[in-house]
């Protein structure tokens, strides 16, 4: 694997990006890396990194700088882990709907899907991707 920082970070839109802070750092593990608040009390701008690597970025649909700021739809991302049954623990305790349940795959990973709060989709699994 390569040591480069990494270059693609999927990006989100919330209608409560404060509540969808809370959720991805206590619920699935993510780590608080930068918050910009917005004028309007909301955030503007977030980054997250994820423990084993990577990371996303998400803000406010009321922030509307850029031509990400007036959308919203829901997203999927996939999120490597070897930690897959501690994280599914974690998401089934704080209630979240999972949509796939734990399982294998026919190329090889330990995954499930789970739905945040505001219906993006999240699937952690082991697969690290093809060599």
């Known amino acids: ?6 270059t693609v970070w999927p990006a989100f839109r919330y209608d409560d990006a404060r509540a ?3 959720f991805l750092t206590e619920v699935f593990g993510f780590r608080e890396a930068l918050v910009v608040p917005g ?10 990194r994820w423990p084993e ?3 996303v ?9 850029g031509v990400h700021g007036d959308t919203k739809n829901a997203g999927s991302a996939y999120v490597v882990t070897d930690h897959v049954d501690e994280i599914h623990d974690r998401v089934r305790q ?12 026919d190329y090889g990973s330990h995954t499930f899907t789970a739905r945040d709060p505001e219906g993006n989709l999240w699937t952690f699994g ?3 991707g093809a060599p």
């Open 1 to 6: 694997m390569s040591e480069n920082p990494p």
């Open 20 to 22: 969808a802070l809370t």
């Open 39 to 48: 004028e309007d009390g909301q955030i503007a701008h977030t980054e997250l």
């Open 53 to 55: 690597g990577g990371g």
């Open 57 to 65: 970025m998400f803000g406010s649909t009321s922030h509307t700088d």
């Open 94 to 105: 704080a209630g979240a709907e999972i949509v796939a349940p734990l399982h294998g795959t």
């Open 126 to 128: 082991t697969y690290r």
